[in-house]
């Protein structure tokens, strides 16, 4: 929302969101380990 707030195209934002997460899906993948949120043990 914030970056078509700023005047950016929108299909370009979902764009970068999409790949984020496939490439967050990918490296889970390749590892074979699940998924952690470090973001969550952020302070």
């Known amino acids: ?3 078509v707030e700023q ?3 929108k299909m370009s934002t979902l764009n970068i ?3 984020k997460l496939l490439a967050k899906a990918f490296a889970v ?3 074979g380990t699940f998924y ?3 973001m969550k043990y952020a302070s």
Request: charged share 40%.
């Open 7 to 9: 005047g950016k195209n």
């Open 29 to 31: 993948v390749a590892r």
């Open 17 to 19: 969101i999409r790949n």
């Open 36 to 38: 952690v949120d470090t």
């Open 1 to 3: 929302q914030r970056r």
